[in-house]
């Protein structure tokens, strides 16, 4: 039997995830509901999906249980209210990135989620299916890279034009979106980071607002952060770079390992670097090295491949990609950069969540008023290699 899905939000993303469907990527999901606030969204969710129930609102999708399980792609505010409904209405919930805007909001919908074991909770971090980063972090728990010392990421190829920003009503405002390139664009490689690197413990960062659109939240980010062991990293993002660079560096006392264009280049030293630095008599020479091409198993099956993991724990208890609750903690990094930069100062994770929700507050009750364009675009290419 088929997992019935309801799809709540027929936006960019909503509109992708029906199509897939559509498509027969998922053969073990059906669509059986959609909603949306916008009309021209619902007529194009009855022309192709006419045995689908279609609503203006994702409670009321909800409420009339006509699907075992929604897909949560509305605004990112907006997630973890409907998901905590969700899940007092007995259905399953995938959750588009990021789990929220702020920490404390999500931290009320994990909660919520314990409260129904029984229920699946799943978040679209689509970008773990992808081979280099499996391969990538299977080689870091076992050990060959031996204690991580330094994570750089610079990921600029994000590029995003005025008309990009000006086709809805809610993106790059406080008020709507709740932040920038660090909460639309970004979630995936600070999921990723944590997934890899584990959280910093102090971060440091710089985000620049409007600088390169006319936006109000920040389009231009750099962060230096700090581990538990020491490790220090630099997180680099923009949306105003072309053609713009995806490399991530990630040096450790065995060796470096350098992922970009598709590939992981693995920098293999014959000794650790700790015992080579205290018993080598020279002043200048380095541990040996070989440069490896690592291989992967070539699979990246993204946002399909969530949702059939997803409808597999479901049906028999399969693994999911990501569940659902470890959204806060990449969450919980953007919360921290977004902090550190309106403070101008260090801050400690976990971050204040209250602070930071007072500071938001203040700029969500001067953010303008835009006019909707009701624009959805075509996203196919835009997410399925490491660049996205």
Known sequence: MKLRLGV????NMGSAHILNVLEGKCPGIEIAAVADRKESRRAWARERLPHAAVFGEGSELIAARA???????????????LAIEAFRAGLHVMCEKPAGVYTKQVREMNEEADRHPELTFGMMFNQRTNCVYRKLKEMLEA?????????NWIVTDWYRTQFYYDSGSWRATWAGEGGGVLLNQC???LDLLQWLCGLPVRVHAFCHEGKWHDIEVEDDVTAYMEFANGATGVFITTTGDAPGTNRLEITGTRGRVICQDDRLVFDRLTED????????????AKPGCERVEVETDGENPQHGGVLNAFAAHIAGGAPLVADGREGIRGLMLSNAIHLSGWLGKTVCLPVDE???LRLLDERRAHSRH????????DTAGSYGSPAK
């Open 8 to 11: 709540i939000g027929a936006g």
């Open 187 to 189: 979630p995936h490689q």
């Open 67 to 81: 699907c075992d399980a929604v897909l949560i792609a509305v605004p990112h505010d907006q997630h973890p209210q």
């Open 273 to 284: 670097e700790r015992r080579w630095c205290v018993s080598c008599k020279e002043g200048f």
């Open 143 to 151: 050990g060959e890279l031996g204690q991580i010392k330094r994570v």
């Open 354 to 356: 209250e602070e930071f």
């Open 370 to 377: 835009k006019e909707d364009a009701d624009v959805v675009m």
